[in-house]
């Protein structure tokens, strides 16, 4: 099992950016599937970004698509997410989550397929 702790969350106005990061401790990220999920007050988690076990594929909801970037520092054993240009419904409390296995393209989007979630960190945009 890994050990999943998230950093980098704040306030920030619109327009602004953030960078969070997901350090891993217990095993190496680079043998997990990765993603980042956002959840506010009453609704479910919702995907963000997810990247496969080799670091090749990454995949972004269309409403972060071309503002956030997800990678991962192998020597680090972190994953980040950048966040660029945020806007107030980007705010939510983040999550990154990992499975130990090369989840197919269709399931990398579902919750349900991750095993190991992280506390969370809250981002929170203001206009």
């Known amino acids: 099992q890994v050990q999943l702790v998230e950093s980098g969350g704040g306030q920030v106005q619109a327009g602004g950016s953030l960078r969070l990061a997901c350090t891993a401790s217990?095993?190496?990220?680079?043998?997990?599937?990765m993603g980042w999920f956002r959840q506010t007050p009453g609704k479910e988690r919702e995907f963000v970004a997810a990247?496969?076990?080799?670091?090749?594929?990454?995949r972004y909801d269309d409403s972060v698509k071309g503002r956030f970037t997800m990678s991962r520092d192998s020597a680090k054993n972190t994953l980040y997410l950048q966040m660029d240009n945020l806007k107030p419904e980007d705010t939510a409390a983040y999550y990154c989550?990992?499975?130990?296995?090369?989840?197919?393209?269709?399931?990398?989007?579902?919750?349900?397929?991750?095993?190991?979630w992280g506390q969370g960190t809250q981002v929170t945009v203001s206009a």
């Open positions: 217990g095993r190496t990220l680079s043998s997990y599937s």
């Open positions: 990247i496969s076990r080799n670091g090749n594929t990454r």
């Open positions: 989550a990992a499975r130990q296995i090369l989840l197919p393209a269709a399931a990398v989007v579902d919750a349900k397929q991750y095993d190991d």
